[in-house]
């Protein structure tokens, strides 16, 4: 049995090979996720190769998901938007990058530190102007997108609840009702929303994730949201294999509490 909740894993150093992604492709990864904020067009090259070889070779069909960087400014302990309220967030490097993408025929294109709708309507004519048909992500990780959400749900095609930089603009105890706040505008709009960032972090090093992080990815779906997103634990951590079928079984759980709407909150 597969969970309905889609399951995201970031590629990186230990997920990108074809035989480590065979065996998260038998345990239920449905989206590869290529940070374009690291690599280049070529080793990004080899790794959708390696995708979609694995995806044959199980039978199965997996999307891609082409994350641009937009405009961030990278530090020792992490990264933040780069900008203004009224900064371009879509790059030279985000236009490059995004000719690559549609070139290779992914499926999504995450747009970073959206503002407004009218993000979402120029990525939308720079796919349309190459003959792209990818769907949009909407990043949601300014104070100013939160602000503009209503509007950019008519235009953008999913969201992604980027927690990450939202705890820049937020304080961190804000984080949760954010997240409520994006996840049931989005049920609402029919669009589809994927919860991110931190979400299985101590499986980097752990086998075993923390029971706050099960809580966590658990009532995440329970509220409503349609994926659960993996970032550094699949990409880098020592234990891809065992989080993704972490989040399956967790995921799995969440869906037959809400078919019984047997809930305790």
């Known amino acids: 049995m597969q969970s309905k909740t889609k399951i995201i894993a970031t590629m990186g150093p230990s997920s990108q090979s074809k035989e480590m992604l065979v065996e998260l492709i038998k345990h ?84 970073s530190f959206v503002g407004s709708a009218k993000d979402i309507i120029e990525l939308r004519n720079l796919i349309n102007a190459k003959g792209g048909k990818q769907k949009i992500i909407a990043k949601i990780e300014r104070k100013m997108a939160v602000d503009n959400l209503d509007e950019i749900l008519e235009v953008t095609d999913a969201v992604m609840v980027a927690r990450g930089d939202l ?43 923390t029971r706050a992080e099960v809580s966590d990815v658990a009532y995440a779906i329970i509220d409503g949201a349609n994926a659960v997103m993996l970032s550094e634990e699949s990409a880098m951590g ?28």
């Open 28 to 111: 239920n990864l449905n989206i590869a996720r290529l940070n374009f904020s690291w690599n280049t067009h070529g080793g990004h090259g080899i790794i959708i190769e390696h995708i979609r070889e694995a995806a044959i070779e199980c039978g199965k069909s997996i999307e891609i998901i082409q994350d641009l960087s937009g405009p961030r400014v990278q530090e020792e302990s992490g990264h933040h938007f780069g900008g203004e309220d009224n900064t371009e967030v879509i790059t030279e490097k985000d236009k490059d990058d995004l000719a690559f993408g549609i070139e290779q025929n992914v499926d999504y294109i995450a747009l």
């Open 167 to 209: 705890g820049n603009e937020y304080p961190l105890e804000e984080i949760p009702f954010i997240q409520h706040q994006i996840i049931d505008a989005c049920n609402k709009k029919g669009k589809m929303v994927i919860v991110a960032t931190q979400m299985m972090l101590s499986m980097v090093n752990s086998p075993t994730p």
């Open 238 to 265: 020592k234990y891809p294999v065992e989080t993704v079928i972490m989040m399956e079984k967790i995921a799995l759980e969440a869906e037959k509490r809400l078919s019984k709407k047997d809930i305790i909150i």
